[in-house]
């Protein structure tokens, strides 16, 4: 299990040997999130990754930036997705 010296737990993004129900925690959900972004090369991986993202929160047009391409690519994704229900 991986721990950020903040008490931030990200149980299987590194190691990868965890069982049973995948972790949906919201950290492992935004490194997955920020993993498919193409225009940043930003992860949630370690405790350098979360000051980087930290900066950018403080600054809040870099921050709505980066929600507006978040949500512009899971949108994308779940449009492609015949499961969704959406076409």
């Known amino acids: 299990m991986t721990k950020f010296e903040n008490g931030i737990v990200l149980p299987s993004l590194l190691n990868g040997d965890t069982r049973g129900r995948p972790q949906t925690t919201l950290p492992i959900t935004?490194?997955?999130?920020?993993?498919?972004?193409v225009a940043t090369k930003l992860e949630l991986t370690t405790q350098t990754d979360?000051?980087?993202?930290?900066l950018i929160a403080e600054d809040r047009p870099k921050w709505n930036a980066l929600v507006a391409e978040i949500r512009?690519?899971?949108?994308a994704a779940r449009s492609d997705d015949p499961a969704s229900g959406r076409l």
Request: glycine content about 0%; hydrophobic content about 35%.
């Open 30 to 37: 935004l490194n997955n999130d920020l993993k498919k972004l």
């Open 72 to 75: 512009k690519t899971a949108e």
């Open 50 to 54: 979360l000051d980087t993202i930290r």
